[in-house]
């Protein structure tokens, strides 16, 4: 009742969960304002980061100013407690990189490891603010997802998200994917394909053939880099590749196309593998 008392005095908004009458001897204050009762006791064993205090009164009056969002602090604060940990599912993107900010700063590992789980469903949106995160935090298993999605941007576009150490492999990785299709590689896949045709309908043949015209002149005479081999194969009619009874010839030698491309590229993860190994055979040398 008094700290209710001292409430309506000071005319402060206070969390819905995390209130005088749940008991918590520590209060928070966060950027809007709000104040948190947190027990201390759980924060000492379930983080690491959180502002030291040392008072332990139970009825607190010393107020400890934080830099989140209430929105925040209430989803990070149920992490110090046993209990079911908080659904992140319908969470904006933002609401969630603010509580992994937090939950990094603040090192708490279980909110950590919640916010990294949602944060991959991100990726094909936002692989941009994801890698910078990541790097940041030395997240590599985020960073390998992340990677596929940003290697065929230009290195000026990112030079300064990618993490330092991983400048040197994430430009060989680049180099590699910015590669053109060697010739002998386009040169197989080619031979033949004037015999490919559609079981029923002549148009759809002059349709493909008219296609792989043109997507022979971009690889073979002009060269293509195979990080534009998938724009360049998915110009074709959607609906063209659901005929796949009468076009089925022309679906299957596309996909072939692709997969024969990709085999033989390496992935950022082994760039990182083998540069960790040149370097560390290098040190070795170097002490001799
Ligand atoms: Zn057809």
């Not at 969002?69 to 990189?97: G, I, V």
């Not at 080619?190 to 690889?219: A, P």
């Not at 959607?238 to 299957?252: D, G, M, P, S, V």
Request: aromatic share 10%; net charge neutral; with cysteine.
């Amino acid at each position: 009742m008094s700290a209710e008392t001292a409430q309506s005095k000071d005319k402060k908004k206070v969390s819905r969960i995390f209130n005088a009458n749940t008991g918590g001897d520590i209060v928070f204050r966060s950027s809007d304002n709000v104040l948190f009762y947190v027990h201390q006791k759980n924060l000492e064993f379930m983080s690491e980061g959180f502002p030291p205090t040392s008072h332990t009164s139970t009825s607190p009056t010393e107020i400890v100013p934080l830099t989140e969002a209430s929105s925040t602090l209430e989803l990070l604060f149920q992490y110090t407690y046993h209990q079911m940990p908080p659904d992140l599912d319908n969470l904006s993107f933002q609401d969630l990189m603010d509580l992994a900010e937090a939950a990094e700063k603040y090192v708490l590992h279980y909110a950590r490891k919640s916010c990294l789980t949602q944060i991959k469903k991100f990726i094909p949106k936002y692989p941009l603010r994801i890698l910078s995160f990541s790097g940041e935090h030395g997240h590599d298993e985020l960073i390998y997802k992340v990677a596929p999605h940003l290697m065929a941007l230009p290195l000026s576009k990112i030079a300064y998200t990618i993490p330092p150490s991983l400048y040197i492999p994430w430009s060989l990785c680049h180099d590699q994917l910015n590669s053109e299709i060697p010739l002998e590689l386009a040169t197989i896949i080619f031979k033949g394909v004037e015999k490919l045709q559609c079981k029923s309908y002549n148009d759809h043949d002059t349709y493909w053939h008219r296609k792989i015209k043109l997507w022979k002149q971009r690889v073979v005479d002009e060269g293509c880099p195979r990080s534009q081999l998938d724009t360049l194969l998915d110009s074709v009619d959607q609906a063209y590749l659901k005929n796949i009874k009468c076009c089925k010839e022309f679906i299957e030698w596309r996909d072939m196309f692709k997969n024969a491309v990709t085999v033989g590229i390496a992935d950022l993860r082994y760039f990182v593998e083998k540069h960790k190994s040149i370097m560390g055979s290098k040190n070795i040398n170097h002490s001799k």
